[in-house]
């Protein structure tokens, strides 16, 4: 059955590249959420009257997510290559596209997580700090406890953004589903394992999404 | 317990400074309820949230169980903030908390072990009748109960001190008398004092022992809250107590009966024992004037009822200097309105 719909498909390269697609997306949500909190925090804390605020600090973080914004990620990827190299050891496979999707997605995660925070109730960290509450507690407990709800699924949107970019990374020989599309599917015009690869990763996102759905709507209490 | 000096907040912006509250002295008593009055605008809120710096105050002294909170560096502010309690308008819950665990943050962040806490919660959500609700989420409270949250946890590191930033000014009439009354039964049990702000004149008059009326960042009347509300001074606190004996009312009323054309209208106030005193019927058997009872209330105050009548009397001129005087002897005052 399979080999009839799918003749072109070799069986043993397909599970590598799911397994390379799964790499790649898993590590670097990882690594997009931790700095993506990091940063976000620190966007919110030092805006306009919040605990830690300071126009420069705002200033320059602000500044620094704009720009790897700013930059598609196919060029984010090139110009990151030295650094890739330097990091993992080697400009091939799917480590070597790791520090470009994280640093592409870290930032506008971090917009995310802001918001995330903005909508934390002001009266809420006001209450916390009239109870004597040191500045460490008010993040954990108030800030990002409060905002879970957005900050899962602003994580649920990150990872599907994510998967696209780990397709994109794919052209520039990091592996997995989109590598495979491209290098199998496309130039050697196997339309089917284009078909196939496409089909699994709408499955991805649709499970990712699902997923992401379920865990916020848990969480929230509101 | 609370002694504040000359304390001052001016916010400056680029084009002007404005100063919400400005000079403010103030002697609060241990295990008082001390309420503050005005209408918003009148700098009640700033006030209060500069007793524990949630606003920096601009100069001025708070000296709070002999420490002053003013000169306190952050740490021993974070310390001394833990033994002040504060409810708010909005409650300020954790909607990601239960009831049982919102009470517990404050002592999680005194760092009391869990075991002490659990048992301490317990008791707390006894004390506010919260009983069966332990583990519901805010959201699925109504807004006393989340007041009622709000109040257990304010009292969850026993506090010397509540303050009450408009505490009942989100509730319904009814909800707010629930929320006054164990406010009182708190105050009555654990001794404690509370300052509580608000611009409704029937929590003042409902559990207020003393009250001070606040206009454009001033006290500009201070004192006993029934002495205060029999004998207004200033134009704002006379505003206030209209909202309460319905002299309001009376204005519109007055125009109806002027029309109607006869007789003179006169004011009873009473206080204490006197309001259960049969004056009215009396009044008609001794002097020869007819009475028509206009309007009138009785509102139950900390220091006893507190009640005002309106009431027309139709007779000769002496007949009604008669009344008057007879009224007037019996310990109750009496003023003629004029009419408008």
Same mark, same amino acid.
Request: proline content about 2%; some cysteine.
């Given at each position: 059955m399979f080999e009839k719909w799918f003749p072109n498909v070799d069986i043993a390269?397909?599970?590598?590249?799911?397994?390379?697609?799964?790499?790649?997306?898993?590590?670097?949500?990882?690594?997009?959420?931790?700095?993506?909190?990091?940063?976000?925090?620190?966007?919110?804390?030092?805006?306009?009257?919040?605990?830690?605020?300071?126009?420069?600090?705002?200033?320059?973080v602000a500044a620094v997510v704009n720009v790897f914004r700013a930059i598609p990620f196919i060029i984010l990827i090139v110009l990151l290559l030295p650094f890739a190299d330097f990091l993992m050891g080697t400009i091939r496979g799917p480590s070597a596209a790791l520090p470009a999707l994280i640093i592409g997605s870290a930032p506008f995660y971090a917009r995310l997580v802001e918001i995330a925070l903005k909508e934390v109730d002001h009266g809420v960290v006001e209450a916390a700090k009239a109870m004597g509450a040191k500045h460490s507690t008010i993040m954990v407990k108030v800030l990002l406890r409060e905002s879970i709800p957005a900050l899962v699924s602003g994580l649920t949107v990150t990872a599907i953004a994510l998967i696209g970019s780990t397709a994109v990374a794919g052209v520039i020989g990091a592996g997995g589903l989109g590598d495979f599309a491209y290098f199998y599917g496309f130039q050697r015009r196997q339309t089917d394992v284009v078909i196939l690869c496409t089909v699994l990763i709408i499955i991805l996102v649709f499970v990712i999404q699902f997923i992401g759905d379920f865990i916020s709507n848990k969480l929230d209490k509101r | 317990m609370i002694t504040i000096k000359n304390l001052s907040k001016t916010y400056r912006t680029k084009k002007q400074n404005i100063t919400a509250v400005d000079q403010l002295n103030m002697t609060i008593d241990s295990g008082?309820?001390?309420?503050?009055?005005?209408?918003?605008?009148?700098?009640?809120?700033?006030?209060?949230?500069?007793?524990?710096?949630?606003?920096?105050?601009?100069?001025?002294?708070?000296?709070?169980?002999?420490?002053?909170?003013?000169?306190?560096?952050?740490?021993?502010?974070?310390?001394?903030?833990?033994?002040?309690?504060?409810?708010?308008?909005?409650?300020?819950?954790?909607?990601?908390?239960?009831?049982?665990?919102?009470?517990?943050?404050?002592?999680?962040?005194?760092?009391?072990?869990?075991?002490?806490?659990?048992?301490?919660?317990?008791?707390?959500?006894?004390?506010?009748?919260?009983?069966?609700?332990?583990?519901?989420?805010?959201?699925?409270?109504?807004?006393?109960?989340?007041?009622?949250?709000?109040?257990?946890?304010?009292?969850?590191?026993?506090?010397?001190?509540?303050?009450?930033?408009?505490?009942? /000014? *989100?509730?319904?009439? $009814?909800? %707010?008398?629930? @929320?006054?009354? +164990?406010?009182?039964?708190?105050?009555?049990?654990?001794?404690?004092?509370?300052?509580?702000?608000?611009?409704?004149?029937?929590?003042?008059?409902?559990?207020?022992?003393?009250?001070?009326?606040?206009?454009?960042?001033?006290?500009?009347?201070?004192?006993?809250?029934?002495?205060?509300?029999?004998?207004?001074?200033?134009?704002?606190?006379?505003?206030?107590?209209?909202?309460?004996?319905?002299?309001?009312?009376?204005?519109?009323?007055? /125009? *109806?009966?002027?029309? $109607?054309? %006869?007789?003179? @209208?006169?004011? +009873?106030?009473?206080?204490?024992?006197?309001?259960?005193?049969?004056?009215?019927?009396q009044t008609a058997k001794q002097c020869n004037v007819d009475i028509n009872i206009l309007q009138g209330n009785v509102l139950q105050t900390q220091s006893g009822a507190v009640g005002s009548l309106f009431l027309q009397l139709v007779g000769s001129e002496t007949e009604v200097e008669k009344a008057l005087d007879f009224i007037r002897s019996a310990n109750v005052k009496a003023e003629v309105q004029e009419l408008v």
């Amino acid at each position: 059955m399979f080999e009839k719909w799918f003749p072109n498909v070799d069986i043993a390269d397909l599970n590598t590249a799911i397994y390379e697609t799964f790499y790649m997306t898993i590590l670097s949500l990882i690594g997009t959420f931790i700095i993506g909190i990091i940063l976000g925090l620190l966007l919110y804390l030092t805006s306009k009257g919040k605990l830690w605020e300071n126009k420069i600090v705002y200033g320059i973080v602000a500044a620094v997510v704009n720009v790897f914004r700013a930059i598609p990620f196919i060029i984010l990827i090139v110009l990151l290559l030295p650094f890739a190299d330097f990091l993992m050891g080697t400009i091939r496979g799917p480590s070597a596209a790791l520090p470009a999707l994280i640093i592409g997605s870290a930032p506008f995660y971090a917009r995310l997580v802001e918001i995330a925070l903005k909508e934390v109730d002001h009266g809420v960290v006001e209450a916390a700090k009239a109870m004597g509450a040191k500045h460490s507690t008010i993040m954990v407990k108030v800030l990002l406890r409060e905002s879970i709800p957005a900050l899962v699924s602003g994580l649920t949107v990150t990872a599907i953004a994510l998967i696209g970019s780990t397709a994109v990374a794919g052209v520039i020989g990091a592996g997995g589903l989109g590598d495979f599309a491209y290098f199998y599917g496309f130039q050697r015009r196997q339309t089917d394992v284009v078909i196939l690869c496409t089909v699994l990763i709408i499955i991805l996102v649709f499970v990712i999404q699902f997923i992401g759905d379920f865990i916020s709507n848990k969480l929230d209490k509101r | 317990m609370i002694t504040i000096k000359n304390l001052s907040k001016t916010y400056r912006t680029k084009k002007q400074n404005i100063t919400a509250v400005d000079q403010l002295n103030m002697t609060i008593d241990s295990g008082e309820i001390f309420g503050v009055i005005g209408y918003s605008g009148a700098g009640k809120s700033t006030f209060v949230r500069l007793l524990n710096r949630l606003e920096e105050p601009t100069s001025g002294e708070i000296i709070i169980d002999g420490k002053d909170i003013v000169k306190q560096k952050k740490n021993e502010l974070r310390l001394a903030r833990q033994e002040i309690g504060m409810i708010f308008q909005h409650f300020n819950l954790l909607w990601s908390r239960t009831v049982h665990q919102n009470i517990a943050f404050p002592l999680e962040i005194a760092g009391v072990p869990k075991k002490e806490r659990k048992a301490k919660v317990d008791h707390l959500i006894e004390l506010v009748g919260l009983k069966g609700r332990e583990n519901a989420y805010p959201s699925q409270l109504s807004g006393g109960q989340k007041q009622r949250v709000g109040i257990a946890r304010a009292l969850a590191n026993d506090p010397k001190v509540l303050l009450c930033d408009e505490a009942t /000014s *989100a509730l319904d009439p $009814e909800t %707010t008398d629930s @929320i006054l009354d +164990l406010l009182v039964d708190i105050n009555k049990r654990l001794g404690l004092t509370i300052i509580l702000i608000t611009h409704e004149m029937n929590v003042i008059s409902k559990i207020c022992h003393r009250v001070a009326v606040m206009d454009t960042g001033k006290v500009v009347e201070e004192g006993d809250a029934v002495h205060v509300f029999q004998n207004p001074q200033q134009a704002v606190t006379k505003r206030f107590v209209q909202q309460l004996d319905g002299s309001e009312k009376y204005e519109s009323l007055s /125009s *109806a009966v002027l029309n $109607e054309g %006869t007789g003179t @209208i006169i004011k +009873l106030s009473f206080s204490g024992e006197n309001v259960n005193q049969t004056i009215v019927s009396q009044t008609a058997k001794q002097c020869n004037v007819d009475i028509n009872i206009l309007q009138g209330n009785v509102l139950q105050t900390q220091s006893g009822a507190v009640g005002s009548l309106f009431l027309q009397l139709v007779g000769s001129e002496t007949e009604v200097e008669k009344a008057l005087d007879f009224i007037r002897s019996a310990n109750v005052k009496a003023e003629v309105q004029e009419l408008v």
